[in-house]
């Protein structure tokens, strides 16, 4: 069992490794992460993510409706409730409160799901991924988007600078492409696989690209063991998946439905919100440390909830 999970979370930390040694040879700077991190945001993973919608058969999505709640529960409301105590009780900007909610509430489910998740789940894994996929990137990433915007536009006054801010962050690539591929998929529209083959090859790079720069990040920032990442880091790994558990079991829910949500939840932090704290220049050491942290610690988290699924 150990071997399963380690090989699968093996490449995640190389990776990250690799990226970090290319920044440590002075190969690549913080700019190349940068530039590395826009063409995943608006080009790689749109592309992966309109493939992995359109890919998947109606009938396949509509009979997942039970995994969509429960991941978005499982993402939404930790989410909400960081994003409250980070700017209320702790009094952080709004923008780092939502890079923090995003961080504790979000998993790298479009990132690494697919090379974590296969060896245990099999071929269910790839819907699993495509479902998580749609309730991240049409519920968290706008709510992360529309508060960092809002936190960078304190000039717009009243509804209509809302508007305008809701409106730039529901038109960046990563939230159009889910929904393209939805509404494809529930119109019945056949999307030829000669057009999604020219997709494959750029999606196929976000989780290499996408962790590479990370690392590169990882050895810009310099991770260091502080109470927010160690934190964030119990309650990504721990905390999220294990109430998920308790929870449906309390509820009488058994099989693959449990195994299926609760190792998606367990997955490590992704490298989405390194991006986007690059891209608005907020939070970005916590976020690095973060994100390696939580990528060590989940070959032993995993494991555990694999033990538990007997």
């Not at 997942?64 to 499982?74: E, F, I, R, S, Y």
């Not at 536009?153 to 509804?159: H, L, M, S, Y």
Request: charged content about 10%; some cysteine.
């Amino acid at each position: 069992m150990i071997d399963t999970v380690v090989g699968a979370l093996l490449p995640v930390v190389v990776t990250l490794l690799f990226g970090a040694l290319a920044g440590w040879l002075h190969d690549a700077d913080q700019k190349v992460a940068t530039a590395l991190n826009m063409v995943v945001l608006h080009y790689a993973l749109p592309a992966a993510l309109f493939v992995g919608t359109v890919s998947t058969p109606r009938d396949t999505l509509l009979q997942q409706w039970p995994l969509a709640l429960v991941l978005l529960a499982g993402m939404a409301v930790p989410f909400a409730g960081t994003c409250l105590v980070m700017r209320h009780v702790l009094h952080r900007s709004l923008g780092v409160a939502a890079l923090r909610a995003m961080g504790y509430g979000l998993p790298a489910i479009p990132f690494t799901g697919i090379p974590i998740l296969s060896p245990l789940l099999g071929q269910q894994a790839v819907i699993v991924v495509a479902v998580g996929a749609c309730v991240i990137n049409i519920v968290i990433v706008p709510a992360t988007l529309l508060l960092i915007e809002l936190d960078g536009n304190k000039g717009g006054d009243g509804a209509p600078g809302v508007l305008s801010v809701l409106g730039k962050a529901l038109l960046q690539p990563i939230v159009v492409a889910p929904v393209v591929g939805l509404v494809a998929v529930f119109s019945g529209l056949k999307v030829p696989s000669l057009a999604l083959d020219g997709f494959r090859l750029l999606a196929s790079s976000v989780g290499g690209v996408s962790l590479f720069a990370s690392g590169l990040v990882l050895q810009g920032q310099k991770p260091a063991l502080s109470w927010p990442a160690s934190l964030l880091t119990f309650a990504r790994n721990m905390l999220i998946p294990g109430i998920t558990f308790v929870a449906l079991r309390a509820l009488g829910v058994n099989g693959g439905l449990v195994k299926a949500s609760v190792l998606a939840l367990a997955l490590p932090a992704g490298p989405m919100q390194i991006t986007l704290a690059m891209r608005y220049e907020a939070d970005k050491q916590e976020q690095a440390s973060y994100l390696l942290f939580s990528s060590l610690l989940s070959v032993l988290t995993i494991a555990l909830f694999i033990v538990l699924f007997g």
